[in-house]
């Protein structure tokens, strides 16, 4: 693939809600630029972008995909991102390294959920935005409609340089407000021809209003304008450019990628508008804690990072990049500032869905990929030897959703580590922990969805089986009253035996205070070596759990007499003597069940308020207060038992129409009513 000046470059990133038409687009962009020779379908699995198994069962993107296309001179590399909530993490990556966001919207459902959350992480990254409104061909179809949600949800920086010609069925071209002329596709292919007569005067109006909006942000301009004079295409380009590299002015173009109509113009817009990296300035890196501005210069020293991580059973690892600086080429050695380890990057390749075409050399702002960089993950810089910058991470969502998982057969276990190491470094958005209190491998995603999918690519890539069990509840015991008892530990083997005695009192501490052990022995009853092994028995049953099993807090030890053998005596009688104590006077204390709460804050659409503050009622949460916040949506605080939480993030979806947004962290611990206590410990004398 021929290498394109940093200039020439444009990294367009499509991203919106799932079903808008974004992979579809792709696939039109690539035709209408001889990149393919067909148009291929979401539905029968034959696009370019959605290359995985599981895209072609669901008929979705589950991953982002990148393919490289040349459009008047210019490359474009043109990410495809995942529309579905579950698959956000991609989006996040994909946005980290884009120079322009192309927002996909369908003009028949409007502004959707998908839509909304990937332009407030676009406006935090601060990425310049356009607006494709598609799907004008199809019935209850409204650019007017869409334009006006547009503008309200995003402000008056959304500025159409496109109107349909035609509506619904009947729509067949658009008129260019800039040129004031229209292209009609009759024929399949762009025909410019005048404004149809009944879009004339709406066309003026607000081409008018266009070049108002233009030229107030020109000094030189505006007077020009003022004066009479009328600015010409060029200008007016120009200064919309400038304002879209700043993140002030969102156009909004439109068509239909099935048509494919107007795809072209997107591409024509996308050269002529989009900011190049180098429009992009400076990239701020890090040298330890300092600062550091990195120029898009492709002359500079050479510096990448690393956004995705593709883990192909047969090639190995795929690490793809931005050059952030300099010139990557075939046979660079770059350290990764990370880990240290030094990378040899042999070959340098292009993807292309799941393909990759070699490249002599990628330059500053390029996308590019290498095989094998073993050392390597997604998030990771890689950077000349000697020069240990990085680059910030890829900031994604916490986690709403776990599942327990565990190897269906030895051979499968001793598979299932390497597995989710690789299938982690393909998508940092998962999240594996080992839970030692509750013996479990924890897997945790975005959803259902998420989580579901990742099993399936850990069958097919990986060869391993896993058994999904619930995530189980970290419970708790503690005492509610005061209790005494005497531990004995007498063993006679022959020769030396094994004897020690432990009087203790427990008494039940404050919630949250853990555990206190106080030494009450007068007189030598218990020689002073010995008594740290009662406090270790003690504390080692604690944790092995109390009356029902679970590990016991909150609870004062008074260790008050013992006796002792001047020859059977030894630590381990006494810590044998400090288990049987405690495990008695537990028995005796009126122990209770303790669960763990979750402070939780919920955001979502006013409407919507109501029936979650009632789902959370349902659930045993005491709300702590409401707050009304940006775009007409409130946030929700509440205090819930962390057990009623297992399957929020599903169940918050379908209360608010996927709208529902939250995050969750532990906050304490408090007693489980006794009816519920009563089940929890049937459950666990059953485990």
Known sequence: MKVYPSEKIRNVALVGHSGSGKTTLAEALLYRAGAIDRLGSVEAGTTVMDFDPEEHAKGMSLSLAIAPFEWRGHKINLIDTPGYPDFVGDVHAALRVADLAVFVVDAVEGIQVQTEYAWEVARDLGVPRMIFVNKLDKERASFDRVLDELRD???????????????????????????????????????EVPIPEELAEREHEVHDNLVEGIVVADDELLERYLEGDTPSVEELERVMARGIAEAKVFPVVCGSATGPIAVDRLADFVVELGPSPLDRGPTIAYAGDEPVEIEPNPEGPPLAFVFKTFADPYVGQISVF????????????LTNTRSGVDEKLTKIAAMVGKETELVDAAPAG?????????DTKTGDTLAPKNQPVKLPPIERPEPVLAYAIKAKSQADEDKLANALRRILDEDPALVVERDDETRQTLLKGMGDTHLTITLEKLRRKFG??????????????????????EGKYKKQTGGHGQFGVAQIVIEPLPRGEGFEFIDEIKGGAIPRQFIPAVEKGIVETMADGGVVGFPVVDVRVRLVDGKYHSVDSSEMSFKMAGRLAFKAAMEQAAPIVLEPISRIEIVVPSEYQGDVMGDLSARRGQVQGTQAVAGGKQKITALVPTAELRTYA????SITQGWGRFSAEFDHYQELPAHLAEAVAAEAQES
């Open 650 to 653: 599903i169940d918050l979806r």
């Open 366 to 374: 390029d996308l590019a990929a290498a095989a094998k960089l073993n």
């Open 153 to 191: 949800r995003f402000g008056q920086g959304v500025a159409p340089i496109e109107l349909p010609v035609g509506e619904q069925a009947a729509f067949h071209g658009v008129a260019d407000l800039f040129r004031d002329t229209a292209y009609v596709y009759d024929s399949g292919r762009a025909e």
């Open 322 to 333: 931005k050059v952030v600086s300099g010139t990557v080429k075939p046979e660079t050695t």
């Open 464 to 485: 391993v089986d896993v058994e999904v069990e619930p995530a189980r509840v970290p419970y708790r015991e503690t005492i509610t009253k005061r209790a005494e008892a």
